[in-house]
Nanobody, 127 residues
Framework: QVQLVESGGGLVQAGGSLRLSCAAS????????MGWFRQAPGKEREFVAA????????YYADSVKGRFTASRDNAKTTMYLQMNSLKPEDTAVYYC????????????????????WGQGTQVTVSS
């Protein structure tokens, strides 16, 4: 089992920044992937960003490229999502998730690839 706890959400004005954190505990996933997804009211959950845990390769949705940055700490227990130039359309509940075994880039943005999920943290961007 992997336990995931997100933090760092909140209310920010358009153009502002937030940094989300996802603390992982439990079994290791050195060959896996940690990702961020989001779900706005009335919409399907969508991929935001991901990071391969062994190599640190990052992937981003087109809608956040150049604005969001995924990273992890040296102890490889926490993943971060630095969100800059926030827009009202970024408003959503943000979830972190873990795929225990990285199986290729095809699976990165697909939420069904992920085995464990956090409870989510609300991000609200006002105009």
């Amino acid at each position: 089992q992997v336990q995931l706890v997100e933090s760092g959400g909140g209310l920010v004005q358009a153009g502002g920044s937030l940094r989300l954190s996802c603390a992982a505990s439990g079994r290791t996933f050195s060959n896996g992937v940690m990702g961020w997804f989001r779900q706005a009211p009335g919409k399907e959950r969508e991929f935001v960003a991901a990071l391969t845990w062994s190599g640190g390769t990052t992937y981003y949705a087109d809608s956040v490229k150049g604005r969001f940055t995924a990273s992890r700490d040296n102890a490889k227990t926490t993943m971060y999502l630095q969100m800059n130039s926030l827009k009202p359309e970024d408003t959503a509940v943000y979830y972190c998730a873990v795929d225990i075994l990285y199986s290729g880039t095809y699976y990165i943005p697909r939420d069904r690839s992920y085995d464990y999920w956090g409870q989510g943290t609300q991000v609200t961007v006002s105009s």
